[in-house]
């Protein structure tokens, strides 16, 4: 074959690869962003502000920073780092399958999706703005956006911090993992677990981790949204662990409410995909899951879990571990004629 | 660029392609992900890699923190922020068809993507591992990627920093964006641009930008690896320009040779997607297009170009915008029992 008549099969070739890529995805492009986005769904567009860190002040930071949906949907970090490298006080709860949960954030003080999607864009030491209005004045700069939301939301000035955080929820609804092993088990199909598992399963019940870690979702019982499941942590007061992880030093959901009968009360969190969410508890003290296991036994249970015990809740407390949808990355809405930072 | 290497170009490309086409189907999932790591591609590995932040020192930078795919290859910053929210001293350029480029870094100081990957890794501002043993070591933790190197790389110890540059390489060399509307016109398709974008495509060699961004990719001609195409910037001393925005701060390629011919000299950046990644120069001291043209009509052709010479150009420059291969977001290997920061 001559080479010019290569070098055009070959040019042809590669295009027709890109198209048929990209078939099968109606999802902007860079190239013909302004034409899809007329199409763009609630979800498609919550999912580019998802993975946007132009949200934050300094274009470092975005919900999927803290809040991962490649890993397990957290940062593996003890306390995350916002703009300008500081630190939160928490540990970042896994965005996967927290739909289902009734509040949001450790000590519950917002009742869904939408509402704590607004926190971290003004907290000064996650994604940096002084107010909802510094962010909703930056994104209205990126005309992709501008497009995108006056196709999604009907109404004059439809980009608005309400529909912003609606979208942001509207995709992270789509983010659950109900297809785990242990999933494929409870549904009848016995041989979705080992039999490790199915005993870690059976000594979970019985040391009494279901008291707080019941239902759907490991995480109690099914609330109307903004009623909160929770749970004083550590239960069990002046234990080593406490001492040593210095769990204690955090008021927990006191510090909302100023009720005394807050004093170190949390949400009870979600056990679905905790083997991706290392590092454990609200202040991410504790590094590898059997020693969170030991710590939940000794300080909610007054229980010495000996090795047995803990293995095989820890080879259950695996089986829960789901997948998402498989994620096309957003393109994102080009920014035109301005330096985020 | 000459027949051989383009037809090896588009080759791997095709190749690449396919891969990324593919890919789509059998990628790893959380739940499954031991499985699904024996089969994985170099492609697939680089592309973790790329995705994880946990190849920086506290887990908060990836390679697509400052080189973000989804929007433009690049931050959109004048400067990039690494770990502890620390600086680099230069505008990160687009990972888009870097793979084109016969060296890499404004300064060239890399003549490929494998050695450029290894820099930022052990930069103290950008991904802070004090050297590359800190990284593989950390990498080591991770059961998935261990199961992957042994996967993708034959031989003892896989899991090194050759083979880890190697594979995000790979990745990165499936990033091109060769289907932009000035491609189809380029190759006959006289629709594919609008009179304005034809006319700004003559200005720009009339005026006399084609002096160095010319070739394939508008960034000189196409020279062998490790040799590059540089140029003075600004070429004209003593411009407003280059007293309002502080050009000639940065000595460029001195800085790395020491020698007074390389005073000031930069590579010539390819021109696509350029309309994707404001702000512009080595110091993203320049925020729109417009006012980046017009910087280089009096910093290198000593013109003052007219508004409509501008318009013109800047049409022409969007031109260049194409589209990467739909991108399936990673699923990264689990972190298990260890905390990142």
């Known amino acids: 074959m001559k080479r010019k008549h290569l070098i055009s099969v070959l040019l042809s070739l590669t295009a027709g690869l890109i198209v048929a890529c990209q078939s099968g995805t109606k999802e902007p492009q860079y190239a013909d962003f302004d034409n ?10 919550g999912k580019m502000l998802y993975f946007d860190p132009r949200l934050s002040s300094d ?25 300008k490298g500081q630190l939160g006080g928490r540990n970042s709860p896994t965005v996967l399958n927290a739909v289902f949960l009734s509040v949001q954030f450790w000590d519950g003080r917002e009742p869904n999706l939408k509402e704590q999607a607004k926190g971290p864009l003004i907290n000064p030491v996650e994604m940096g703005n002084k107010n909802h209005d510094e962010v909703i004045n930056r994104v209205k700069k990126i005309p992709g956006y501008v497009q995108a939301f006056k196709t999604v939301y009907p109404g004059n000035e439809p ?41 870690g399963w059976e000594t979970f019940k019985t040391v009494g981790c279901t008291t707080c ?11 109307a949204e903004g009623q909160g499941f929770y749970m004083k942590f550590p239960l069990i007061p002046n234990t080593s662990y406490d001492k ?24 009870v969190p979600t056990l679905r995909n905790v083997a991706l969410t290392a590092p454990y508890f609200h202040n991410g003290a504790v590094s590898t899951l059997d020693e969170a296991v030991k710590v939940m036994g000794k300080t ?12 095989s809740i820890v080879a259950f407390l695996n089986s829960l571990t789901g997948s998402i949808p498989t994620q096309i990355a957003p393109v994102l809405p080009p920014t035109v004629g301005f330096t985020v930072n």
């Open 36 to 45: 899809v986005v007329d199409t763009i769904t609630e979800v498609e567009l």
């Open 59 to 83: 274009g470092t930071v975005s919900c999927n920073s803290c809040h991962n949906v490649m890993n397990g949907g957290t940062d593996n970090r003890s306390f995350s780092a916002g703009v």
């Open 159 to 199: 980009l608005n911090i309400e529909n912003l955080a609606t979208a942001i929820a509207a995709y992270e609804k789509t983010l659950t993992t109900l297809n785990s092993p242990f999933d494929k088990f409870n549904a009848g199909d016995e041989t979705a677990l080992s039999e490790l598992e199915k005993k």
């Open 213 to 223: 870690h019941s239902g759907d979702h490991f995480a109690g019982p099914q609330l």
């Open 244 to 267: 040593k992880y210095k769990f204690s030093k955090d008021k927990g959901r006191y510090d909302v409410t100023k009720s005394k009968s807050d004093m170190h009360m949390f949400r």
């Open 300 to 311: 909610q249970l007054n229980k010495d879990l000996n090795e047995e015990e803990v293995k």
